[in-house]
């Protein structure tokens, strides 16, 4: 198993990788051991340093980034990608699965399929989840369409899952919100799970909150949480991980995307995004990310795995995602 260390002001601990996992992050890790250059040493004589000239402010253009995001919501109109309909008992099943964008792909009864903008289902066995979930009691925290929560229910689990309920709920910056009241774009979320759970007839309890508000005097703890891919798009990362450490009874499945290019720094880096590209706020390193959760209290965190998945659409090109194993 080969590990990683975190170390500040004389704290550390180690982050153990598996080898895959190391394996593909050598690939695109080759890290070097050259520490960044000091300061010159002409500098020293001086209590206070300033640059010579102020640097150049780069910002984006943020009405035009709000104009086509809001934009993109009236194109998708009247399904906008977890959108809810009212579900007929007596409209085809395939019929219903083209009403909706999906997020997972999820196969149902019939041999139907969810056209998913990600496919899980390869992934899976590299999780590390038990065979047998039974007598667990699972939290899947930003559950959207329900893959996780109908795996952890196949699994023999009784599964929660925990998302929002509207389009306004999510972390976007200011601006995009007001726009979206504006043009009275806001829409209620979770028409793609009411799908697939009642196709599957699944028992799958989806509550509504948002993660900031998970509280263990609430809703209790759970065996298992699992919380993939939201961290990026919230504004306050660590306070969420901080909910998800307070309701984790033994083990949290934490799965975000990551920036590799930032752990060739000796240092602990986050991209900030600022919520503008598709609602995504950070693009941290993984040493960033791993330290994250172990600040939120979590006592051990460990890489199961480390993958890149790419979307549906043609071209795409994912972003590089690890799944890190938590221990409260």
Known sequence: MAKRSLRWKGFGVEVEIPEQAAGALRRVLPRSKARPPALPSDRATSLVDFPDSLPELRLDDRDQATAGYIQGLRDADPWYSNAWDPIDENTDLAELVKRQIWYHTIDLPGGVTTPGYYDHRTLVPHYGLP????????????????????????????????????????????????????????????????????????????????????????????????????????????????????????????????????????????????????????????????????????????????YRINPREEGGVGRWRAVLDARP
């Open 131 to 306: 065979d047998s979930l039974a007598g667990k009691r699972v939290l899947d925290v930003g559950a959207w369409d329900g893959f996780w929560s109908f795996e952890f229910e196949r699994r023999g689990a009784t599964v929660t899952a925990v998302d929002i309920d509207q389009l306004l709920d999510t972390d976007l910056p200011p601006r995009y919100k007001q726009a979206i009241r504006d043009a009275n774009l806001d829409q209620r979320l979770g028409g793609g799970f009411e799908i697939a759970r009642k196709s599957l007839g699944s028992k799958v309890d989806r509550i509504v909150r948002n993660v900031y508000e998970l509280d263990p005097a609430d809703i209790g703890t759970y065996d298992i949480v699992h919380f993939a891919d939201v961290s990026l798009h919230l504004e306050r990362p660590l306070e969420a991980f901080r909910r998800i450490r307070s309701v984790t009874g033994e083990r949290a499945i934490i799965v975000d995307a990551y920036n590799p290019e930032l752990d060739r720094d000796t240092r602990t880096l986050t991209e900030y995004l600022g919520g503008w590209p598709n609602a995504t706020w950070w693009a941290p390193g993984l040493n960033t990310f791993a330290q994250m959760v172990l600040d939120a209290g979590f006592s051990s965190v460990r890489v199961q795995t480390a």
